[in-house]
């Protein structure tokens, strides 16, 4: 045999061996050298970004789960899934996975679970057959299919003015206690969709029963999978649990499904990637938010859509909080420029007892105008126009300076006032179709609008 031949052999016999016994496998051992706030350093293991790692604890009874988010030369950043409670200096580190894969199946449907996959609804195991990367494919732009069919969400203000398609994303923009979260019910319980997807990431611990109970019900559970990860655990998680919600719609999607994905909130999202960043020594920006957060935000937001050549479709929904009812946020900003359009909701009119408090002023679909009549497109506008008139003079009104005669469409705005915010209204237990929603716009403007 030429010496070249024997060269060649060897060195594939050297690469399988190191395949098989220093790849990424539970017998490569590191130990922690630093722990700073919510990362662990690592030394003498070797894993990429995104693998499984287990830490030993003091007395070795228990295994704390994280994973390695960053490193540095030779040192691997990682965070804990759970609190680093017992870990001392030289604690071992072993490598346990390379990447996170999580089983997804129709199994889930009717099941809550935790960022990592895991029932935490005391309905016994989980069983799925197929195994997923939780960062999903990508989709050719060039394979996705159109935004063609109106989604009727039962909700009269939505429906007439804001008429969403399957397969858009929507943003849900306001400060806290206005309503979002009953908003975010009526549309899990009145939106005609296959399969609710819902993502409860970051915020209180107690809403995850009350909206599984209150909310969705029984019946809306069945068709449903939430995907729970409240604001006490890891932001790891918390990020987990963002991406397992858009990959289990993903699966459905790619099934012929009609998925709702509901996302509360994107801004307890960029929370978590904020606390990673700046955790692995990110440069902060506007707000302190580091570039990885805006890097996360549109990745998330082009996974939903109408998947490959129309089959299928993933409308999201995402809330994004208004911190002090500040609506120039960054989060706010780059959600706009992501999103198919926005529904503002407003403390004003919450304070008003005006529910749901949908602002016309400031929300738009951008897929309304290619998905409705042009009749009902005209009345649309005509209705936003005579709220927006009526909002822009409202002191004026309130205090008697207007005189009546001095702008004809503000006349109007005046006199139908009573009857456009009864059309905006709605109780959280009412639903109304769209073709209701359409005839009651018809009603409300009548022959008065020239």
Not at 149 to 173: F, W
Request: with cysteine; net charge negative; charged share 25%.
């Amino acid at each position: 045999m030429r010496v070249e031949n024997l060269k060649t052999l060897f060195e594939e016999n050297v690469d399988r061996f190191v395949d098989a016994n220093f790849s990424l496998a539970p017998k490569i051992c590191g130990h922690v050298v630093r722990v700073v706030g919510l990362t662990l350093e690592a030394k003498g293991i070797v894993a990429p970004l995104g693998a499984h790692c287990k830490v030993a604890s003091f007395d070795n009874d228990k295994m704390i789960n994280a994973e390695v988010v960053g490193f540095q030369n030779e040192i691997l950043y990682l965070i804990p899934f759970d609190e680093p409670i017992g870990i001392s200096p030289g604690a071992k580190v072993w490598v346990h996975a390379d990447q996170s894969k999580i089983p997804i199946g129709p199994e889930m449907l009717g099941r809550v679970i935790d960022g990592l996959g895991r029932p935490i609804d005391n309905k016994g195991p989980l069983v799925c057959k197929e195994k997923f990367h939780l960062s999903g494919q990508k989709l050719n732009p060039m394979e996705r299919g159109a935004i063609e069919n109106i989604l009727d969400t039962g909700i009269k203000a939505i429906n007439t003015c804001l008429t969403l398609g399957q397969g858009q994303r929507i943003g849900l923009m306001a400060g806290s206690g206005v309503g979002k979260s009953v908003l975010l019910g009526m549309l899990t319980r009145n939106t005609q969709a296959d399969v609710v997807i819902i993502g409860l990431i970051g915020e209180r611990g107690r809403e995850v029963l009350e909206f599984i109970d209150q909310t969705l019900g029984a019946d809306g559970l069945s068709k449903s999978v939430v995907v729970a990860a409240p604001a006490n655990v890891s932001p790891v998680v918390r990020l987990k649990a963002t991406h397992l919600s858009h990959l289990i719609a993903e699966y459905f999607r790619d099934q012929g499904k009609n998925v709702l994905l509901l996302c509360d909130s994107l801004t307890r999202v960029a929370h978590a990637q904020r606390e990673v960043g700046l955790a692995i020594g990110e440069p902060p920006t506007a707000k302190g938010y580091p570039p990885s957060v805006f890097a996360l935000m549109p990745k998330l937001i082009e996974r939903a859509g109408v998947g490959k050549h129309g089959y299928g479709s993933i409308t999201a929904v995402y809330t994004v909080l208004a911190e002090g009812d500040d609506k120039t946020d960054p989060i706010i900003d780059i959600a706009r420029a992501s999103l198919d359009g926005q529904v503002m909701l407003s403390r004003d009119l919450a304070d008003a007892a005006h529910y749901p408090a949908i602002d016309l002023e400031g929300s738009i679909s951008r897929v309304m105008e290619s998905i409705v009549e042009p009749s009902h497109l005209e009345n649309a506008n005509k209705l936003r126009r005579l709220w927006t008139l009526y909002k822009q003079n409202q002191d004026l009104i309130q205090v008697g300076a207007y005189e009546s005669g001095s702008n004809s469409d503000l006349d109007l705005a005046i006199t139908l006032r009573k009857e456009v915010e009864d059309l905006l209204q709605q109780n959280s237990s009412e639903e109304f179709s769209m073709d209701t929603c359409r005839g009651l716009l018809e009603e409300v403007l009548g022959d008065d609008y020239v």
